[in-house]
């Protein structure tokens, strides 16, 4: 069987996954406004909440799709998700309360939460030696999803604050039918098994931590990082409105620049970088570089300041691998799926905490009645995470073993 045009469909589909929070970056503040008629700070509060929800959607239902995809197939999962996809951007292009936009990310969030039956697709036409090279694929999708999803967003956005949601459901729509029409059944009576739900079970990665002794401190700087993190996706489109008066064009193309940054650092500057410095220096070095953007951007001002700083903060991802490789080589070979499914869990949790804590912070110091008015105050937080962070980091017994290695 010719693999290439079901390869492309999963690569579209992990792509629109992707896309789902990038997409409505840019218009949320004015959508939310539209809905709402609330400020900019009230918008940023739903805009956290609506956020949450489509992230503890995405981790609550990745495992149970992945069980169902076991049992029914992956056509039928994959096919189903982008139908019901198409039909949830719909929804929030016609939404006009704040009710139906949570019940759209409420659609959204499970719709997206494919991935594990994408990559279970790849694995099921994949030759041993092609998994890893197919799996890395997905990993470009997915990026490259993070990065569209904020420019298409903006720019769509000129058009209206609709207009990005009935483009999405467009897409979905189309990558229904190309899958319609390309994509084989891969489960068969002879690998199906019967849905559980102990397998469908979101925390059951978490059992996984305790097998893992020494990494504890490690995972807690994973967490907080992510979290520190997250500031950029959960609150830069009220940043940016409130500090320096962009729109949706403007906020959608520096979240791009950003997303296109650190794919550059991630994926073309990591090993040059890890051979200067080793992972420990370069752990060090990047939360360093995150603690001086955070503070930056903070008090800055000027918006186009902020986005002469891209290059540095995208410099500050070096952090988030080099720590994962040194968890990597702490762990033992038969310890390594456990190691990444903890990790897994662990960002999941986070990423759904994040948007709260981010937004309200930005609520809470651009309120009409705020007693200091500093929209930049989400980024002073992650500073101050950032450096509980290096705090943790350089006090661990583990640093002394990680300096050894490198």
């Avoid at 030759?127 to 298409?152: S, T, Y």
């Avoid at 992650?382 to 350089?394: D, E, K, R």
Wanted: a neutral charge; charged letters at 10%.
């Amino acid at each position: 069987m010719d693999n290439r045009l079901p390869i492309t469909f999963i690569l579209i589909s992990v792509v629109l996954d992707s896309m789902g929070i990038g997409l409505i970056m840019p218009v949320m503040p004015d959508l939310i406004q539209e809905v709402e008629g609330a400020g900019i700070a009230d918008a940023a509060v739903w805009g956290g909440i609506l956020a949450t929800i489509f992230a503890a959607m995405q981790f609550i239902f990745g495992p149970t799709l992945g069980s169902l995809s076991d049992r029914f197939g992956r056509r039928p999962v994959l096919l189903i998700s982008l139908a019901v996809m198409a039909f949830d951007y719909i929804l929030m292009a016609i939404a006009g309360s704040i009710t139906f936009l949570i019940v759209a990310r409420i659609i959204g969030g499970i719709t997206a939460a494919t991935q594990s039956t994408a990559a279970a697709y790849m694995a099921d036409i994949s030759e041993p030696d092609q998994k890893a090279a197919n799996f890395g694929l997905i990993g470009a999708a997915f990026g490259v999803g993070f990065v569209l999803g904020p420019l298409m967003g903006g720019v769509l956005a000129e058009y209206g604050t609709r207009a990005p949601f009935y483009a999405a459901a467009a897409l979905a729509a189309a990558n229904f039918l190309f899958g319609y029409f390309v994509l084989p059944e891969t489960v068969t009576d002879k690998i199906r098994r019967p849905f559980k739900w102990r397998r469908a079970n979101p925390m059951g990665a978490f059992k996984h931590i305790n097998k893992l002794p020494g990494l504890g401190r490690l995972m807690l700087i994973t967490f907080i990082y992510t979290i520190a993190f997250f500031v950029y996706p959960g609150v830069w489109a009220y940043f940016g409105a409130a500090q320096f008066g962009w729109g949706p064009g403007m906020i959608g193309l520096s979240l791009g620049v950003f997303g296109v940054g650190i794919a550059i650092v991630q994926g073309v500057l990591m090993r040059p970088i890890l051979r200067v410095l080793g992972e420990r220096n370069a752990v060090i070095v990047g939360l360093s570089i995150d603690v001086v953007a955070f503070v930056a951007l903070g008090f800055i001002q000027n918006g186009w300041v902020a986005l002469a700083l891209t290059p540095l903060t995208a410099l500050g991802s070096i952090a988030g691998p080099a720590l994962q490789g040194i968890m990597s080589r702490r762990a033992d070979d038969n310890q390594q799926g456990e190691l990444q499914g903890a990790l897994a869990s662990i960002n999941a949790v986070a990423t759904i905490a994040a948007p709260l804590v981010v937004t309200q912070t930005f609520w809470y110091f651009t309120k009409d009645d705020a007693a200091i008015y500093l929209p930049g105050a989400p980024f002073l937080l992650s500073a101050v995470l950032v450096i509980g962070c290096i705090f943790i980091f350089v006090t661990s017994p583990i640093l002394a073993e990680a300096k050894s290695d490198t």
